[in-house]
């Protein structure tokens, strides 16, 4: 690493952005904190666009994984998949399902539950909102740390997921 300095005492300096090199050996190994505090920074970004479209963050995720759906899910389909993703109460992402209803994001189709076209219209906009910020983030980042950091993430979520199956019975 080089390191410049001012030829005078009154010439202002300018920070630096974050090295991106994969040889930094200043960075702390990667465990459940760091993982934590990179999620809870990532969390709050977006978390912040999608009160500025009038959503919370767990219904952002039952509508897209509705959206996503190959085929409209049913009401207990859906909440089965959303407790596999947040982990969360099945009681609380029924009423979650109940308020994307009552927005009109969501509709009862028979025993299916589509997103509506102000479902999907919502999902864009939140998508093209969250992405200059996400490039931003992302950005720089060399591709084999991206590679590394996956592998690690899918072999932490998956071991994760086994704990989390074995503590609540399935």
Known sequence: MTTTTPTTPTTPTTPTAP????????????????LG????AARGVLEQ??????????????????ATAQTPPTRDGL??????TLKADPADIRTVVDGLLDKGLL????????????????????GAAVAPV???VWGGIPAEDLAAAGRVLALVTERADAEFAALTDG
């Open 19 to 34: 090295t991106t090199d994969s040889a930094n050996t200043d960075a702390p190994p990667a465990d459940a904190r760091a």
């Open 134 to 136: 996400s490039a931003r």
């Open 49 to 66: 666009i999608l009160a500025r479209h009038g959503v919370t963050f767990q219904q952002q995720v039952v509508l897209r994984a509705a």
């Open 79 to 84: 909440v089965a998949d959303v407790r596999g």
């Open 37 to 40: 505090l990179a999620h809870y």
């Open 107 to 126: 509709v009862e189709d028979g025993a299916h539950l589509p997103a509506t076209d102000a479902g999907r219209e919502l999902l864009a906009a939140v």
